[in-house]
Nanobody, 125 residues
Framework: VQLQASGGGLVQAGGSLRLSCVAS????????TGWFRQAPGKEREFVVG????????RYADSVKGRFTISRDRGKNTVYLQMNSLKPEDTAMYFC???????????????????WGQGTEVTVSS
């Protein structure tokens, strides 16, 4: 499966953005899907992951209550709605997909087989 992320941009603190991850080649429902982010000079950080078949979702504590993952089956697209953005959310955001990922492994980048190219989010204070 190929993944294409988009939707990043510059937004003021408190604002919102919606990121999109379009999949081609296979239905996203065949995979667990995650969003990760990486700020300059920092390691890649887990944001959210979901096992579509089980309907189980895991969010990083830093984004709980502010970010929401969703999907559009018809468009084979996963979204990350980001509200109440903070300067510390500034990073390159990546979508990822993997097969046979158990819930406890959703937060680990090495669990995922496929990655999009990333979309940059900048939150100004």
């Amino acid at each position: 499966v190929q993944l294409q992320a988009s939707g990043g941009g510059l937004v003021q603190a408190g604002g919102s953005l919606r990121l999109s991850c379009v999949a081609s080649g296979r239905p996203l429902s065949d995979y667990a899907t995650g969003w990760f982010r990486q700020a300059p000079g920092k390691e890649r950080e887990f944001v959210v992951g979901i096992r579509w078949s089980a309907g189980s979702t895991r969010y990083a504590d830093s984004v709980k209550g502010r970010f929401t993952i969703s999907r559009d089956r018809g468009k084979n697209t996963v979204y990350l709605q980001m509200n109440s953005l903070k300067p510390e959310d500034t990073a390159m955001y990546f979508c990822a997909a993997g097969s046979r990922i158990i819930f406890s492994s959703l937060g680990f980048p090495e669990s995922y087989d496929y990655w999009g190219q990333g979309t940059e989010v900048t939150v100004s204070s």
